[in-house]
């Protein structure tokens, strides 16, 4: 079985901040991993996700996410928050047998002016 | 390229009723997806489709939830009848097909229900 935990239902930072949204997996293969956004009364976006290709991936709109095995984790940063990134991001696992992706319960991230 | 389309958008029914929402996939995408998106929680599957057959719907409450995708493209999801619990964000998501990270699925924007 799969699951995935976001540490922080609610992150606020300020405008031009560092951004750290955390993620931890729990898979008994090598997963692949994923972060979507969504923004109020829309569906979900594709951010960026993880493949094994590398560790260190970069998405759109600046975000980037290291898969780290030994911590289990894929934490989704950006260096400079902007006032657009305000919503909310789910974290998501899919083991590499199947097509099914299990989310975590999602952090809502509030950028301050 | 269309996205893929839900409707309707909003629904607010009383419990007991029926209600069913509508999901029309991305031209070519074999493998459609219904989630459902209770306030606060991260998206749980229900139900998915390779072309009009079931591949999986064992999260799927099926003594009132049913999902059909007769002709392999568009859907429709059934609730019958609602219970208060039910309310939630209904999300259909649609990829090509296949297995594996590299058949990212693209998202509706989800059919709000709230039960009264």
């Known amino acids: 079985a799969q699951s995935v935990t976001q540490l922080g239902s609610h992150v606020s930072v300020s405008e031009g901040a560092l951004v750290l949204l955390r993620c931890n997996y729990s898979?008994?293969?090598?997963?692949?991993l994923f972060w979507y956004v969504q923004y109020p009364n829309q569906g979900l976006q594709l951010l960026l996700k993880y493949t094994s290709a590398a560790t260190l991936v970069k998405g759109i709109n600046g975000f980037e996410a290291e898969f780290k095995k030994s911590e289990t984790s894929f934490h989704l940063t950006k260096p400079s928050a902007h006032m657009s990134d305000a919503a909310e991001y789910f974290c998501?696992?899919?083991?590499?047998?199947?097509?099914?992706?299990?989310f975590g319960g999602g952090t809502r991230l509030m950028v301050k002016p | 390229e269309a996205g893929v389309a839900q409707s309707p958008r909003y629904k607010i029914i009383e419990k007991r009723q029926s209600v069913a929402f509508w999901c029309n996939p991305i031209s070519g995408h074999a493998t459609l997806y219904w989630y459902q998106q209770i306030l606060g929680q991260g998206p749980k599957l229900l139900i998915q489709f390779q072309n009009n057959g079931v591949v999986d719907d064992s999260q799927l409450p099926k003594d009132r939830f049913s999902a059909e995708r007769l002709k392999g493209v568009d859907s429709t999801l059934k609730i019958q009848p609602a219970k208060l619990e039910d309310s939630a964000v209904y999300l259909c998501?649609?990829?090509?097909?296949?297995?594996?990270?590299?058949?990212?699925?693209?998202f509706g924007p989800g059919t709000r229900l709230t039960v009264l």
């Open positions: 898979s008994s293969v090598p997963p692949y």
């Open positions: 998501a696992v899919m083991s590499n047998a199947g097509n099914m992706l299990t």
């Open positions: 998501a649609s990829s090509l097909g296949g297995r594996g990270a590299y058949n990212e699925q693209f």
